[in-house]
């Protein structure tokens, strides 16, 4: 089946705004083999527009058009679709209430022009959007099948999975069930990574299991995608190679799926019965704003210290005053989540100080970690020593604080050496 994805918008075209839309929704489509053919991006002008309809419609099967279904007057889709289809636009009832629903059950009135959104072409199938205030529909102009999602990230990721793919794998013709595992690590490099489990593919003889790598620095995301006849058949092909990268990538997998480190983190205080503090210096509060559970669930993290200096630490925590130019070490970093222990009545504290180089922000430049994690029967340490420019460090010792606290939570190593420390 020969697929086009068509993104619009002026402020994609222009680069304005980076494209990831794209990049989501055919690595999505190949994942469960569905081959990607073409990719076009469209500005916000109705001309274009229809041209750019006319050409998928004569070349592709299946389209998928990503954005201009907002309420304002450059949201172009169903106007151009109902156009490019020979039809008219009616209003939808049903999802014009569930409009005027959304926004009451948020206290708010619906602007008028939101109107728009419910008008989809004559005999367009309707696509739900249980998230938000665009839906989608599909619609066929000429010989090709479009289907119309809204460019809000998170809305068409959700429609993508749940509406768009069972629907296009149902035209392929596809007998086969599909289902993708994802495994969330830090420590371990791209290409140790590959390294490690260069195998897993030849678990499937078939040619079925298919493993790929995405770095967004300082986490490495492995994904393995499997297909089957059946369900029953998918789980026994993807048990042996889901062990295999369990153990090939042992405790540098921090969590799977959707879990995240912080909820991982979260979920084993909660467990326990046991509260955290934190105190973190040149981070911006990055691990308290991670550290921060959805409304509604159990909370453990009873106090978060953001300080700019040693000075300013030492007090809240309690301890000396801290000398000019004192020199930051490990023995810091423990005693200063030693006495956040005791100053917050927390079980466990922990204290994540960086000791950046002198000099310029450039790659060379290097920085100290010193991680201290005082608990109800000891305290630990964990030293690290990073090389990239500011950012680079910030966000390595961000990542690296919270796999030592999950890892001194879970009983397993904190000194493990991660490809990004200098030793």
Not at 276 to 296: C, D, Q, V, W, Y
Request: with cysteine; net charge negative; charged share 25%.
């Amino acid at each position: 089946m020969l697929i086009e994805i068509l993104c619009t918008g002026d402020e994609i075209l222009t680069g304005k705004t980076v494209n990831t839309n794209y990049s989501h929704m055919a690595r999505r489509f190949g994942e469960v083999g569905l081959t990607m053919h073409w990719s076009t991006v469209v500005g916000d002008d109705r001309s274009c527009l229809a041209s750019a309809f006319q050409q998928a419609s004569q070349r592709a099967d299946a389209v998928i058009v990503n954005g201009g279904l907002g309420p304002t007057v450059d949201d172009l889709s169903q106007e151009v679709a109902a156009e490019a289809a020979g039809v008219g636009l009616i209003l939808d009832e049903n999802w014009l209430s569930r409009m005027l629903d959304f926004y009451e059950r948020r206290g708010r009135t619906m602007p008028p022009n939101n109107k728009k959104q419910a008008m989809l072409p004559e005999g367009a199938e309707f696509i739900d959007n249980p998230i938000g205030t665009a839906c989608g529909f599909a619609i066929n102009i000429g010989s090709a099948r479009f289907f119309f999602t809204p460019g809000v990230p998170r809305e068409m990721r959700k429609m993508i999975d749940e509406q768009v793919i069972p629907r296009l794998l149902k035209m392929s013709g596809l007998k086969v069930v599909n289902r993708l595992k994802r495994f969330h690590s830090f420590g371990i490099g791209e290409s140790r990574a590959d390294q490690l489990l260069s195998n897993v593919e030849a678990l499937a003889a078939d040619g079925s299991l298919k493993l790929g790598f995405q770095a967004h620095y300082p986490q490495l995301e492995t994904k393995l995608s499997a297909q089957a006849a059946t369900d029953e058949e998918l789980d026994t092909k993807l048990a042996p190679a889901i062990e295999m990268i369990r153990n090939r990538l042992g405790t540098f997998i921090i969590s799977e799926d959707d879990q995240t480190l912080e909820q991982v983190v979260i979920d084993s205080l909660t467990c326990r019965n046991a509260t955290l503090a934190t105190a973190e210096m040149f981070t911006s509060g990055a691990i308290a704003t991670r550290l921060n559970p959805k409304p509604g669930n159990q909370d453990p993290i009873i106090q978060n210290v953001v300080a700019r200096n040693l000075k300013h630490l030492y007090r809240v925590v309690g301890m000396p005053v801290a000398e000019d130019n004192e020199i930051l070490n490990l023995d810091i970093a423990k005693a200063i989540s030693v006495n956040l222990k005791k100053k917050s009545g927390s079980i466990y504290a922990l204290s994540v100080l960086i000791d950046l180089d002198k000099g310029s922000d450039k790659i060379e430049l290097g920085g100290n970690i010193y991680i201290g994690i005082s608990g109800p029967d000891e305290t630990v340490g964990r030293h690290a020593r990073m090389l990239g420019g500011h950012d680079w460090i910030r966000l390595g010792a961000i990542e690296l604080s919270l796999d030592v606290l999950r890892r001194h939570l879970n009983s397993l190593p904190i000194d493990e050496l991660i490809d990004f420390e200098k030793r």
